[in-house]
């Protein structure tokens, strides 16, 4: 679990030149690293023992030598300082510095390479804006290297250039592989050894570099294919051709895409058959582009109030995206993503639709001349023309308005800050607000769907019964909305609650476990809902299980975060207490399907959790650790049993500001490691923010106390588990370079819980090394 020694073993041979050794030479070619070793070796070892001789067979070399640059100390908060110097922000983005700057930004920087040299004459390679501009060449490919610089990518490149030594001599290889085939030909040594010359203010014509490439490439290349190659068993690490962004981008982001543009599609076809449609009839002359707007919008209002009961019928959506298939083509994870989209759709329908009729058709159809309204509407109104306040009386436009409002109090308080009570909101409007205002005025939409059939049936444009199609958009939607709620009515009373065993952690978090109800089958990532009639008989809140699913009992870990959370704990505290009379009557409903569960379909999965966020990957440790205990069972048995899909190899890192929260999950932290030294299978990484990192004078007593009585008793002081625990937050870029690393050309499956904020910087990264590497990031959030 500890990371992988990073000190690299130097073999160099022994030298010496004789007299007649060329006077002025410089040429490089990259050596292989292998990681397991942890060993710098040369690829072409065939060639080490050849002795290279003139036409007359005199002996020019008797051998080579390998020497290291040195590395200045360049930290990244020098580089860091030279690009505040030069960032200027561009269209409103973030910093950036000019390509052009690149060679300021790395200045007294000398890469540490190792190089083969003519031992007679070594000079090393100095930073120069041409050697520079070659470097950035190199990092970014030769297509798109001259475009502006941000911070992030800065980065980046500096940890490629001072990162591992694999890692540089990648980066040298793609400096001397000067059309990126992966192969450096004669050609490239010619370029390479005249940029070095370059670099290093050496006078050399083209034809002595040109001999001079000639040379290298008949002493190594052996086998006489006309090129070079790194021959190490793990070259895939090194060297791959990346995918684009676009690439990486399109393959992570299709299925939504498609969805969404399909949507889009519909939207806009059925938006055109009515506006076309209405452009023909009587009434057009009369209200005009109006009426065929109006009536478009209304096309696609009833096709969403269709579409948006979908995504949340949970239990539906359970069910489907168990279908592997579908499941590869529907992005089933962002359901709730969706219902929003959907709900924006709905938002400019109703603007579209309701302002047009408002300010537009109904001021027309009470002011057009009388002989026109005779000619045109007359039939619709009973050959009598209103007036604007009659026609708002009619029942086709009462309902509407009614529904518009009853949707005015839904949506605002749906929005994220009214439902987190966000401090931008005025005070007298966030005391009002919150989950449970959330909940409740969310079952306006019980009405709002009775006045729209409603609606849908008094049309005064129309008397023909088959364009009253509002019926047929929602009628299977809402059957389907509402025997799922009608089913968790039923099944939350199947579902009796026995054994059941509360736990008060520090931080006010509350374990409940009980005896798993009959029949109650699901798959570790998965959630539940929890309902406490003695709080509210209505309020059902969903929490991940952190029980594994071969587990006899369910459980979850509440947080009191909220009104609802703070009187749960507040009531199993005082019972626990022995001030209550007994444990209240708790209720459940699932499971149900969350973004966790898909951990299945990768064989390395990275799960990333913050504070209370690590719950919902609790139950995926247990159960891969229970999988590994059983394989390890019955390979020990010498029985055959066939193990669920599931992780070869899981990361786990848990990120938390308080110590106390070690305590939640400190039986599991210590079952896992246990198992851990059987089959590592498990990797757990705890992060204690709160504390100076590993090297900080503040915390270095600390880090010795830690390390000895962890060598002694095996105890981390910290978690008061066999888990060691790290100091402040991860450096994100050099996990996802270790995996990368010890993963080339696998597909890592990263599932986070926590703050959007570093679910963004995660997402990205996933995308930055998916294009970078051979090995992709699929990110996933959970959702609830």
Same mark, same amino acid.
């Given at each position: 679990?500890?990371?992988?020694?990073?000190?690299?073993?130097?073999?160099?041979?022994?030298?010496?030149?004789?007299?007649?050794?060329?006077?002025?030479?410089?040429?490089?070619?990259?050596?292989?690293?292998?990681?397991?070793?942890?060993?710098?070796?040369?690829?072409?070892?065939?060639?080490?023992?050849?002795?290279?001789?003139?036409?007359?067979?005199?002996?020019?070399?008797?051998?080579?030598?390998?020497?290291?640059?040195?590395?200045?100390?360049?930290?990244?908060?020098?580089?860091?300082?030279?690009?505040?110097?030069?960032?200027?922000?561009?269209?409103?983005?973030?910093?950036?510095?000019?390509?052009?700057?690149?060679?300021?930004?790395?200045?007294?920087?000398?890469?540490?390479?190792?190089?083969?040299?003519?031992?007679?004459?070594?000079?090393?390679?100095?930073?120069?804006?041409?050697?520079?501009?070659?470097?950035?060449?190199?990092?970014?490919?030769?297509?798109?290297?001259?475009?502006?610089?941000?911070?992030?990518?800065?980065?980046?490149?500096?940890?490629?250039?001072?990162?591992?030594?694999?890692?540089?001599?990648?980066?040298?290889?793609?400096?001397?592989?000067?059309?990126?085939?992966?192969?450096?030909?004669?050609?490239?040594?010619?370029?390479?050894?005249?940029?070095?010359?370059?670099?290093?203010?050496?006078?050399?014509?083209?034809?002595?570099?040109?001999?001079?490439?000639?040379?290298?490439?008949?002493?190594?290349?052996?086998?006489?294919?006309?090129?070079?190659?790194?021959?190490?068993?793990?070259?895939?690490?090194?060297?791959?051709?990346?995918?684009?962004?676009?690439?990486?981008?399109?393959?992570?982001?299709?299925?939504?895409?498609?969805?969404?543009?399909?949507?889009?599609?519909?939207?806009?076809?059925?938006?055109?058959?009515?506006?076309?449609?209405?452009?023909?009839?009587?009434?057009?002359?009369?209200?005009?582009?109006?009426?065929?707007?109006?009536?478009?919008?209304?096309?696609?209002?009833?096709?969403?109030?269709?579409?948006?009961?979908?995504?949340?019928?949970?239990?539906?959506?359970?069910?489907?995206?168990?279908?592997?298939?579908?499941?590869?083509?529907?992005? @089933?994870?962002? /359901?709730?993503? %969706?219902? !929003?989209?959907?709900?924006?759709? &709905?938002? =400019?329908? $109703?603007? *579209?639709?309701? +302002?047009?009729?408002?300010?537009?058709?109904?001021?027309?159809?009470?002011?057009?001349?009388?002989?026109?309204?005779?000619?045109?509407?007359?039939?619709?109104?009973?050959?009598?023309?209103?007036?604007?306040?009659?026609?708002?009386?009619?029942?086709?436009?009462?309902?509407?308005?009614?529904?518009?409002?009853?949707?005015?109090?839904?949506?605002?308080?749906?929005?994220?800050?009214?439902?987190?009570?966000?401090?931008?909101?005025?005070?007298?409007?966030?005391?009002?607000?919150?989950?449970?205002?959330?909940?409740?005025?969310?079952?306006?939409?019980?009405?709002?769907?009775?006045?729209?059939?409603?609606?849908?049936?008094?049309? @005064?444009?129309? /008397?023909?019964? %088959?364009? !009253?199609?509002?019926?047929?958009? &929602?009628? =299977?939607? $809402?059957? *389907?909305?509402? +025997?799922?709620?009608?089913?968790?009515?039923?099944?939350?009373?199947?579902?009796?609650?026995?054994?059941?065993?509360?736990?008060?952690?520090?931080?006010?978090?509350?374990?409940?476990?009980?005896?798993?109800?009959?029949?109650?089958?699901?798959?570790?990532?998965?959630?539940?809902?929890?309902?406490?009639?003695?709080?509210?008989?209505?309020?059902?809140?969903?929490?991940?299980?952190?029980?594994?699913?071969?587990?006899?009992?369910?459980?979850?870990?509440?947080?009191?975060?909220?009104?609802?959370?703070?009187?749960?704990?507040?009531?199993?505290?005082?019972?626990?207490?022995?001030?209550?009379?007994?444990?209240?009557?708790?209720?459940?409903?699932?499971?149900?399907?969350?973004?966790?569960?898909?951990?299945?379909?990768?064989? =390395?999965?990275?799960?990333?959790?913050? +504070?209370?966020?690590?719950?919902?990957?609790?139950?995926?440790?247990?159960?891969?650790?229970?999988?590994?205990?059983?394989?390890?069972?019955?390979?020990?048995?010498?029985?055959?049993?066939?193990?669920?899909?599931?992780?070869?190899?899981?990361?786990?890192?848990?990120?938390?500001?308080?110590?106390?929260?070690?305590?939640?999950?400190?039986?599991?932290?210590?079952?896992?490691?246990?198992?851990?030294?059987?089959?590592?299978?498990?990797?757990?990484?705890?992060?204690?923010?709160?504390?100076?990192?590993?090297?900080?004078?503040?915390?270095?007593?600390?880090?010795?106390?830690?390390?000895?009585?962890?060598?002694?008793?095996?105890?981390?002081?910290?978690?008061?588990?066999?888990?060691?625990?790290?100091?402040?937050?991860?450096?994100?870029?050099?996990?996802?370079?270790?995996?990368?690393?010890?993963?080339?050309?696998?597909?890592?499956?990263?599932?986070?819980?926590?703050?959007?904020?570093?679910?963004?910087?995660?997402?990205?990264?996933?995308?930055?090394?998916?294009?970078?590497?051979?090995?992709?990031?699929?990110?996933?959030?959970?959702?609830?």
């Amino acid at each position: 679990m500890h990371a992988e020694s990073q000190e690299t073993t130097l073999s160099s041979c022994s030298s010496s030149s004789s007299s007649s050794s060329p006077s002025c030479s410089a040429c490089v070619v990259p050596l292989a690293f292998s990681p397991v070793q942890g060993t710098v070796t040369v690829p072409f070892s065939a060639g080490w023992n050849r002795r290279y001789r003139d036409a007359s067979g005199e002996n020019l070399i008797t051998s080579l030598e390998i020497i290291p640059l040195r590395f200045t100390n360049l930290e990244w908060t020098d580089v860091e300082a030279r690009f505040d110097r030069l960032a200027y922000t561009k269209n409103g983005t973030e910093p950036v510095i000019k390509w052009s700057d690149f060679s300021f930004c790395i200045a007294k920087l000398k890469l540490l390479l190792y190089i083969i040299v003519f031992p007679s004459n070594f000079v090393a390679m100095q930073q120069t804006p041409e050697f520079a501009n070659e470097i950035l060449r190199a990092l970014r490919g030769r297509s798109e290297w001259k475009v502006d610089i941000t911070k992030n990518e800065l980065r980046d490149y500096w940890h490629r250039m001072a990162g591992s030594v694999d890692s540089r001599i990648q980066l040298f290889f793609y400096m001397c592989d000067r059309n990126f085939d992966g192969k450096i030909d004669e050609i490239d040594m010619k370029q390479t050894i005249l940029g070095s010359a370059s670099a290093n203010k050496l006078s050399m014509t083209h034809e002595e570099a040109q001999e001079y490439a000639a040379s290298i490439m008949e002493f190594l290349d052996t086998k006489k294919r006309g090129y070079l190659e790194v021959t190490n068993p793990h070259k895939d690490d090194l060297y791959h051709e990346p995918m684009s962004k676009n690439e990486v981008r399109f393959r992570s982001y299709w299925r939504r895409a498609w969805i969404v543009l399909f949507w889009l599609l519909i939207c806009a076809v059925l938006f055109t058959w009515k506006f076309i449609q209405y452009s023909h009839r009587p009434a057009f002359q009369v209200m005009g582009y109006c009426l065929s707007t109006a009536k478009g919008a209304a096309e696609t209002l009833k096709l969403n109030m269709a579409l948006i009961l979908l995504p949340v019928s949970r239990n539906t959506v359970t069910w489907l995206r168990k279908k592997r298939w579908l499941s590869s083509i529907i992005p @089933f994870n962002d /359901n709730i993503n %969706f219902h !929003k989209l959907i709900a924006c759709g &709905i938002v =400019v329908g $109703v603007i *579209l639709h309701g +302002g047009t009729h408002l300010a537009c058709d109904f001021p027309r159809i009470a002011g057009c001349d009388r002989v026109l309204f005779q000619q045109t509407l007359a039939s619709g109104f009973g050959h009598q023309q209103p007036t604007y306040m009659q026609i708002l009386a009619t029942k086709e436009v009462a309902t509407g308005i009614a529904m518009v409002i009853l949707m005015a109090i839904a949506f605002p308080l749906a929005t994220k800050w009214a439902r987190r009570q966000s401090t931008l909101l005025p005070r007298s409007v966030r005391h009002v607000a919150g989950y449970n205002t959330f909940w409740y005025s969310h079952h306006l939409f019980v009405f709002v769907y009775a006045l729209l059939f409603v609606h849908g049936m008094f049309l @005064f444009l129309t /008397n023909n019964p %088959f364009e !009253k199609t509002t019926w047929m958009y &929602i009628a =299977v939607p $809402v059957l *389907l909305y509402a +025997g799922e709620r009608i089913y968790r009515v039923v099944r939350s009373g199947i579902y009796e609650i026995k054994n059941l065993t509360p736990s008060l952690y520090p931080g006010k978090v509350l374990s409940l476990k009980m005896q798993k109800p009959e029949g109650f089958r699901y798959r570790a990532g998965m959630y539940m809902f929890v309902q406490c009639p003695e709080i509210s008989p209505f309020e059902w809140h969903p929490f991940s299980l952190t029980s594994g699913p071969a587990d006899d009992f369910l459980s979850v870990h509440i947080r009191a975060l909220g009104d609802w959370t703070y009187r749960l704990y507040g009531i199993f505290q005082e019972e626990m207490l022995g001030a209550a009379k007994g444990f209240p009557k708790v209720y459940i409903d699932g499971p149900y399907g969350a973004s966790s569960q898909d951990y299945v379909k990768y064989d =390395v999965v990275l799960l990333i959790g913050l +504070g209370i966020g690590a719950t919902p990957f609790i139950s995926i440790i247990r159960d891969v650790a229970n999988n590994a205990q059983k394989a390890e069972f019955d390979q020990v048995a010498g029985s055959v049993c066939k193990i669920p899909k599931g992780p070869l190899k899981a990361y786990l890192y848990w990120v938390t500001r308080e110590q106390i929260s070690f305590e939640w999950f400190r039986d599991v932290i210590t079952e896992i490691s246990k198992i851990y030294l059987k089959q590592p299978v498990i990797e757990m990484h705890n992060f204690l923010s709160s504390v100076y990192q590993e090297g900080d004078g503040r915390s270095a007593i600390l880090s010795v106390i830690q390390a000895l009585h962890y060598a002694r008793t095996g105890i981390d002081i910290i978690s008061k588990t066999p888990m060691w625990t790290h100091y402040s937050r991860p450096d994100w870029f050099n996990v996802f370079s270790k995996l990368a690393r010890r993963h080339p050309g696998e597909r890592i499956g990263v599932f986070y819980c926590g703050s959007l904020l570093l679910g963004k910087e995660l997402e990205g990264l996933c995308t930055t090394f998916s294009y970078r590497t051979n090995t992709r990031f699929v990110f996933h959030k959970e959702h609830f």
